[in-house]
């Protein structure tokens, strides 16, 4: 997927035209995993709804495996199974009486039937971890932990090869979003692309190839976890809170400690270990050396 100078306007050409986005590139090829972070309402929901052709660009690019995203591009209605989008509201994609309708919907309509589509179905259920008690349920009766899993299966039905996710740990409890990560994961290393649209900045450093980072409406870094977390400390984005993790790093880094600032919680408790004998660090005595 290709992305290339990408502007929209909201109500282009009236009073209230709103800029969401500007000059925004960003490529996402299978088997990776990207995010995208940045403020509220810096336009990750509009780039999102871009990437699945749901917004059709005002101007720029936006080609996905060689088709062109233009208002009469033939083809629209394969990338929209090619690229499955799981909005940042649940309830704003669902329409079927019965959780088990929503997820078979889509599957349905691109032609599987009977065991086929028992298997579509079943296979997107056991993968996001959805208990089958709640099929029968009406997907708006459902908690927003549940609401999430069924829209996620029900994008997951129809096979994608590029998983756009907007805000998927939002109404997740932590065990649902270590189950989130894994499944996610999962579907990374099978050749899925995915694109996490997130505010949990912690959570896209430990887990994305790359990210992406809007302000504004407009991409200010993008580039490996390693390079956006330098970027961010030196940089600060209103809105975007450095994890804790990364602060403890930088910290270290002030210190004399060379470590990366993506370091896991392991890493930087080896490091300081290493560094506890103080040896070199004149006037200090052994026992009451602090880093
Ligand atoms: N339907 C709409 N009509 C008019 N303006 C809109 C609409 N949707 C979004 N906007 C505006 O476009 C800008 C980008 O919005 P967008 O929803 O893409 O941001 P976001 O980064 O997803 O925010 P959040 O983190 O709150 O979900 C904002 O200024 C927003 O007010
Ligand atoms: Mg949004």
């Known amino acids: 997927m290709i992305i290339e100078h990408l502007s929209y306007s909201y109500n282009s050409g009236t009073p209230s035209e709103a800029l969401a986005l500007k000059d925004v590139s960003v490529s996402v090829s299978r088997g990776e995993w990207v995010s995208i972070v940045g403020h509220t309402g810096s336009g990750k929901s509009t780039l999102a709804q871009h990437m699945n052709a749901l917004l059709i660009p005002q101007s720029g690019l936006v080609e996905i495996d060689g088709v062109q995203v233009t208002p009469k591009a033939k083809g629209l209605r394969e990338l929209r199974r090619k690229v499955g989008l799981v909005f940042q509201y649940p309830e704003q994609q669902f329409f079927a009486e019965t959780a088990r309708d929503e997820i078979a919907f889509a599957p349905?309509?691109?032609?599987?039937?009977?065991?086929?589509?028992?298997?579509?179905?079943?296979?997107?259920?056991?993968?996001?971890?959805?208990?089958?008690?709640?099929?029968?349920a009406n997907p708006f009766s459902l908690s927003g932990g549940q609401q999430r899993r069924v829209a996620m299966a029900s994008v997951i039905a129809m096979k994608p090869d590029y998983l756009v996710l907007d805000e998927p740990t939002a109404g997740l409890d932590a065990p649902g979003i270590n189950e989130l990560i894994r499944l996610l994961k999962k579907l990374r290393s099978e050749g899925l692309a995915v694109?996490?649209?997130?505010?949990?900045?912690?959570?896209?450093?430990?887990?994305?190839?790359?990210?992406?980072?809007?302000?504004?409406?407009?991409?200010?870094?993008?580039?490996?976890?390693?390079?956006?977390?330098?970027?961010?400390?030196?940089?600060?984005?209103?809105?975007?809170?450095?994890?804790?993790?990364?602060q403890f790093a930088a910290g270290l880094r002030e210190r004399g400690i060379t470590l990366d600032l993506t370091s896991d919680i392991g890493t930087i408790i080896k490091k300081i270990e290493e560094r506890r004998p103080c040896a070199g660090i004149a006037g200090e005595r052994q026992d009451t050396c602090s880093f």
């Open 108 to 136: 349905a309509n691109w032609g599987a039937s009977g065991e086929e589509l028992e298997q579509c179905v079943d296979y997107a259920v056991s993968s996001v971890g959805l208990e089958p008690d709640l099929l029968g």
């Open 195 to 246: 694109i996490q649209v997130t505010h949990d900045l912690q959570s896209a450093l430990d887990h994305s190839d790359r990210l992406l980072v809007l302000e504004n409406g407009m991409s200010v870094a993008g580039g490996a976890p390693e390079e956006i977390a330098q970027y961010l400390l030196e940089n600060p984005v209103r809105g975007l809170v450095m994890p804790p993790l990364v």
